[in-house]
């Protein structure tokens, strides 16, 4: 079963910047298209950005971090990244990578697919 493990997260300053990795090993991420999804406490569960499988030609952000987050995939080293700029304190919670597939051919990502297999999430803290 694929397993996803989140690196990166932290204690950062309102303005400031942090990358977060997802990672999975035995399996190439490639055929999946992967998510990154946040919740902060006592708030439900949001989508905040997704990359298609294979080249990673397709995107989605959440409103919210447009312009502040890129999602992007590195597969020759199996990994996917979500670097966070100018974040705010409104951007605090524990974000999680998800994977929807594997997908034979190639799949653009929508926050409302059956991300089958989820990490242990990342705290991410945005204060001064």
């Known amino acids: 079963q694929l397993r996803l493990v989140e690196s990166g997260g932290g204690l950062v300053q309102p303005g400031g910047s942090l990358r977060l990795s997802c990672s999975a090993s035995g399996f190439n991420l490639d055929v999946y298209a992967i998510g990154w999804f946040r919740q902060a406490p006592g708030k439900e569960r949001e989508g905040v950005s997704c990359?298609?499988?294979?080249?990673?030609?397709?995107?989605n952000y959440a409103d919210s971090v447009k312009g502040r987050f890129t999602i992007s995939r590195d597969n020759a080293k199996n990994m996917v990244y979500l670097q966070m700029n100018s974040l705010q304190p409104e951007d605090t919670a524990v974000y999680y990578c998800?994977?929807?597939?594997?997908?034979?051919?190639?799949?653009?990502?929508?926050?409302?697919?059956?991300?089958?297999?989820w990490g242990q999430g990342a705290q991410v803290t945005v204060s001064s």
């Open positions: 990359i298609s499988s294979r080249d990673g030609s397709v995107t």
């Open positions: 998800a994977a929807d597939g594997p997908h034979r051919f190639f799949s653009r990502c929508v926050f409302s697919a059956p991300w089958g297999s």
